[in-house]
């Protein structure tokens, strides 16, 4: 399900020289480049790993529809820098019910281990619960991806055993 809503924050300071930002056609070696010396590690959990390395000008065209997608208020992909330097990647979307976000997120491979992901789900929980119209987050992964599960049990998200399958683990938090 889809709800359009208005745009959410273009760009979200995080602490310790996180930046949680809408990306840039500037970004787009770096992206490259970070994505592609990572693709091992991504591709067991990202489904669009299988579609990398794309070529700049899809890359291009990807972030236009990003920029589209954003605007519509349906959602916001982020890149993620940590003292300037491109770290991952992070996403807001409205497509789990009225009140909802479900976030997403990766990390390069080399700054998996140092708790950037959970900093940076806090950040976009908080975020988001600063919005007046959202009153819940989830977080769904594959339910053999222990370290995203770690993630969202380091902040305190609720396993969803009704919605979770043995294919899919879902995790809810309500805003308090
Ligand atoms: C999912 C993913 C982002 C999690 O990354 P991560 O590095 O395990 O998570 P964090 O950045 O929060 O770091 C947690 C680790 O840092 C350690 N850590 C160090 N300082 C920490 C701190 N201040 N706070 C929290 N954890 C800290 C934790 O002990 C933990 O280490 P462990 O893995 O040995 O238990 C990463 O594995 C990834 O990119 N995977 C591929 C993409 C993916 O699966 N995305 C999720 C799809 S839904």
Redesign the pocket.
Same mark, same amino acid.
């Given at each position: 399900m889809t709800i359009s809503s208005p745009p959410l924050p273009e760009r979200i300071e995080g602490p310790d020289g996180l930046v949680i930002r809408r990306w840039l056609n500037a970004d787009i070696p770096a992206m490259a480049e970070l994505i592609t010396s990572s693709l091992e /590690?991504?591709r067991p959990?990202?489904a669009w790993a299988d579609r990398e390395p794309l070529s700049d000008d899809r890359r291009r065209r990807m972030f236009r529809r990003w920029d589209a997608y954003w605007a519509a208020g349906r959602g916001a992909v982020y890149g993620v820098l940590l003292d300037g330097q491109l770290i991952?990647g992070c996403a807001l979307h409205r497509r789990v019910g009225p009140g909802g976000l479900d976030i997403?997120?990766?990390?390069g491979r080399d700054?998996?281990?140092?708790? /950037?992901?959970?900093?940076i789900c806090r950040a976009l929980t908080a975020t988001a619960f600063a919005l007046d119209d959202v009153t819940f987050l989830e977080?769904?992964?594959?339910a053999t991806?222990e370290?995203?599960a770690?993630?969202a049990r380091?902040l305190g998200f609720d396993l969803v055993a009704e919605r979770s399958t043995a294919e899919v683990t879902t995790w809810r938090l309500d805003k308090r």
């Open positions: /590690h991504l959990w990202m991952g997403g997120y990766w990390l700054h998996v281990g140092r708790g /950037h992901a959970t900093r977080i769904s992964h594959e991806n370290s995203s770690a993630v380091r």
